[in-house]
C-alpha cells in the first residue's frame, strides 16, 4: 500500500484508538466470541449448542455471548419449549450479518493456506451453486488484487500525535 503525501512521514502521525481494525478485535479479542459468532452464521442459536460446537467451557461461551451483545453483534430472542421455562436465543443483528465478508475473507486464506488438501466445508450460492469468495474492488467493482495499487488517505482532520 502507498500512503498519500502527507501520510508518509508515520512519524507524525497515528490513528491510535480509532483504528477500526483495533476496535473490531476489542469486540472479536478472543477465539470463542469469534467462534461463537461463526456459529452464528452457521445458524446456532442455542447456548448449549455453541459450548458444543466451539468446543469452550460454558463460563468462556456466556463471556463471549455478553461481549458480543453489548458490541450489538448478537441479540437475544426469547424462546419457550412447552412445559419449559422462558429461554433465550441468540440472533446475529444486521451489524453482525455484515461481519460476513469478514468471516469469508479468513476462511478463504485459511483453506488456501492452512489446509492440507481439501478445505472440511466450502460455501457455495444455494441459486447457483457457484462458489461463494471474497474480493477487493474498488467503489466502481473493479478488482484490486494488488497492495501496491492501495492509497492510504486520511480521512479526517489531521491530528498531532
Given at each position: 500500500m502507498?500512503?498519500?503525501?502527507?501520510?508518509?512521514d508515520?512519524?507524525?502521525?497515528?490513528?491510535?484508538?480509532?483504528?477500526?481494525?483495533?476496535?473490531?478485535?476489542?469486540?472479536?479479542?478472543?477465539?470463542?466470541?469469534?467462534?461463537?459468532?461463526?456459529?452464528?452464521?452457521?445458524?446456532?442459536?442455542?447456548?448449549?449448542?455453541?459450548?458444543?460446537?466451539?468446543?469452550?467451557?460454558?463460563?468462556?461461551?456466556?463471556?463471549?455471548?455478553?461481549?458480543?451483545?453489548?458490541?450489538?453483534?448478537?441479540?437475544?430472542?426469547?424462546?419457550?419449549?412447552?412445559g419449559?421455562?422462558?429461554?433465550?436465543?441468540?440472533?446475529?443483528?444486521?451489524?453482525?450479518?455484515?461481519?460476513?465478508?469478514?468471516?469469508?475473507?479468513?476462511?478463504?486464506?485459511?483453506?488456501?493456506?492452512?489446509?492440507?488438501?481439501?478445505?472440511?466445508?466450502?460455501?457455495?450460492?444455494?441459486?447457483?451453486?457457484?462458489?461463494?469468495?471474497?474480493?477487493?474492488?474498488?467503489?466502481?467493482?473493479?478488482?484490486?488484487?494488488?497492495?501496491?495499487?492501495?492509497?492510504?488517505?486520511?480521512?479526517?482532520?489531521?491530528?498531532?500525535?
Open positions: 502507498e500512503f498519500e503525501p502527507r501520510l508518509r508515520r512519524t507524525r502521525w497515528s490513528i491510535g484508538g480509532a483504528c477500526s481494525v483495533a476496535k473490531l478485535l476489542d469486540v472479536l479479542s478472543t477465539k470463542t466470541a469469534f467462534l461463537v459468532v461463526r456459529e452464528c452464521f452457521y445458524g446456532t442459536t442455542r447456548f448449549e449448542d455453541f459450548t458444543a460446537r466451539v468446543g469452550a467451557s460454558a463460563p468462556a461461551v456466556s463471556r463471549a455471548l455478553k461481549q458480543l451483545e453489548a458490541a450489538q453483534i448478537i441479540c437475544r430472542v426469547p424462546y419457550q419449549e412447552p419449559q421455562r422462558p429461554r433465550d436465543e441468540y440472533r446475529l443483528t444486521p451489524a453482525g450479518e455484515d461481519l460476513l465478508p469478514v468471516f469469508v475473507a479468513l476462511m478463504q486464506w485459511g483453506d488456501k493456506y492452512l489446509q492440507d488438501g481439501t478445505p472440511p466445508v466450502r460455501l457455495v450460492n444455494a441459486a447457483t451453486g457457484g462458489r461463494v469468495g471474497v474480493r477487493v474492488v474498488d467503489e466502481s467493482d473493479a478488482p484490486v488484487t494488488d497492495p501496491d495499487d492501495i492509497e492510504v488517505c486520511w480521512n479526517a482532520p489531521q491530528r498531532a500525535r
